[in-house]
């Protein structure tokens, strides 16, 4: 995994720490009066994924702004998908504070799902 391959909004972000992907199959399940159930797919494949960066403070104040937005686009290794950028959370990197020419180093972690 060298070099940038993950944009949100066109901003690039270092490679992941850790990335998990799912994919799930969104479907309308009700039953009939004979106790049949009468399936609906509404979409294949929903994929969500999980990202873990380690970030300086002034790419975690941009990542922390996209989560505040309804929808991003992402670029992931090619591939652009529109998402929803939600559960952030960050840790401060013991002693980073210390690092030059940043508020300290983080360790974020938010989820990216698919529209």
Do not use: H
Not at 75 to 80: A, F, I, L, R
């Amino acid at each position: 995994m060298l070099g940038y391959y993950l944009k949100f909004n066109g901003a690039d972000f270092p490679n992941p720490k850790s990335v998990s992907m799912t994919s799930d199959t969104i479907e309308n399940v009700s039953q009939s009066e004979a106790g049949t159930d009468l399936v609906t797919m509404v979409r294949p494949s929903k994929k969500t994924w999980n990202f873990t960066f380690n970030l300086s403070s002034a790419k975690k104040d941009i990542l922390k702004g996209l989560c505040l937005l309804e929808y991003v686009t992402m670029v992931y290794m090619g591939t652009t998908y529109t998402v929803r950028l939600r559960g952030y959370q960050d840790n401060l990197v013991e002693n980073s504070e210390w690092a030059a020419n940043t508020d300290g180093l983080f360790t974020v972690s938010v989820k990216a799902m698919e529209f």
